[in-house]
């Protein structure tokens, strides 16, 4: 589906924690100066932003939403019940990857991509779920608070503090701590891990040598990697940064569902990635992409991580999406916009079982 100037994603965030882990074995005065090239917030925006309901995006993604409900049964959002869970074990980071057009950090971003890490300390398993961007979702705080919204404009009304009270909130899961990155951190990392390796389908294929006509030529062209994308052909290719980016971003032959399943492959691939890097290019990696990664995680909690994170170099993520089939209608919420109506309810439980391992019939 077709989306004038729709924002690129940001993937690569997932696995900047791996990355740093490995800094252990050139020493603690070189692992500290490159923790310190990392942005430290906490997560706060220095004034609150809006939506402009006239702006050219907001109605192209209002549009496309509304296509892409039409066939969805009208609902009312069912609020989770019960306590924000929370285990000591389980140590969660929301992923978020803004819309920012340049390479600084801007406080009018939104949150385009939402992900939720959770890392188990004990078992040693990663799962990495996916919010969709247009969930509805109640605004706990600022001047719209009570309205519904898109999830990803959350985070411009309040930051990536206002996107974490949401999850917490909304599903009743614990989440502190969050990273964030934009599309620049993106393409610099898939390069200089070397690349990923990605299985295409015979459309994916198309669509990456074929964009004309679509969001994606006009991206790649504003970006200035025309030249940067590659041939590929169905099946599996190694792809440069340019070329995942447009793969990740990719929805127009399929929807938004198939697109979050495509970011986290590429989050996989480049973890994968990871295991071939020297030290000489770990150092350079790490030069460019730490001064555009913005975090509230402290150094001692980074170090913390770090300790554990070789025991997962290589590790198969479990995955999956939220909102979970059959849980979900539409509505209508702030400025006429269209948006997923979530039972947070039942889907705070299947997140709890997820996560934590707590079966849904224990809640009975």
């Known amino acids: ?11 690569v965030i997932a696995f900047v924690l791996v990355l740093i882990a490995l800094l252990a074995t050139v020493g603690v005065v070189y692992y500290k100066s490159k923790v310190g090239l ?20 907001v109605l192209a993604e209002s549009a496309a939403m509304e296509q892409a409900l039409k066939d969805l049964e009208e609902k009312q959002a069912i609020e989770a019940e019960g306590e924000i869970f929370g285990d000591e074990n389980i140590f969660n980071i929301l992923l978020i990857g803004t819309d920012d057009r340049t390479k600084e950090f801007s406080d009018n971003a939104r949150g385009d991509t939402c992900m939720l890490m959770s890392i188990n300390k004990k078992t040693m398993a990663v799962k990495l779920i996916s919010f969709e961007r247009g969930i509805g979702v109640p605004i706990l705080d600022g001047v719209y608070k009570g309205q519904y919204d898109w999830l990803t404009h959350s985070f411009r009304y309040g930051g990536a503090d206002l996107m974490m009270r949401e999850i917490r909130e909304c599903f009743k899961i614990d989440v502190q701590h969050y990273v964030r990155a934009n599309i620049y951190t993106f393409m610099q990392l898939v390069d200089s891990v070397g690349g990923v390796d990605i299985e295409l389908t015979q459309e994916e294929a198309d669509y990456i040598n074929h964009p004309e006509g679509t969001y994606g030529e006009s991206h790649i062209r504003e970006m200035g990697v025309a030249d940067q994308i590659q041939t590929v052909v169905p099946g599996v ?8 980016m447009l793969y990740a971003r990719c929805r127009y032959i399929d929807n938004d569902w198939h697109r979050v399943e495509r970011q986290r ?49 290589g590790i198969t993520l479990e995955q999956m999406t939220i909102p ?22 039942q889907n705070a439980r299947i997140l709890k079982e997820f996560i934590y391992g707590v079966e849904i019939a224990d809640e009975k």
């Open 324 to 345: 979970a089939d059959g849980t979900y209608g539409s509505m209508i919420g702030m400025g006429g916009r269209s948006m997923f109506s979530v039972d947070f309810n």
């Open 237 to 244: 290719n190694h792809l440069n940064g340019a070329t995942a």
């Open 265 to 313: 492959n590429v989050i996989q691939a480049a973890i994968y990635q990871t295991q071939n890097l020297n030290l000489l290019e770990l150092n350079s990696m790490l030069d460019h992409v730490l001064p555009m990664v913005q975090t509230n995680l402290t150094e001692k909690e980074i170090t913390s991580l770090m300790l554990l994170a070789p025991r997962y170099q």
């Open 1 to 11: 589906m077709q989306n004038k100037k729709k924002r690129i994603v940001i993937i």
């Open 38 to 57: 990392l942005q430290y917030s906490d997560g706060t925006l220095s004034q609150q932003g809006n939506v402009n309901e006239s702006d050219e995006e």
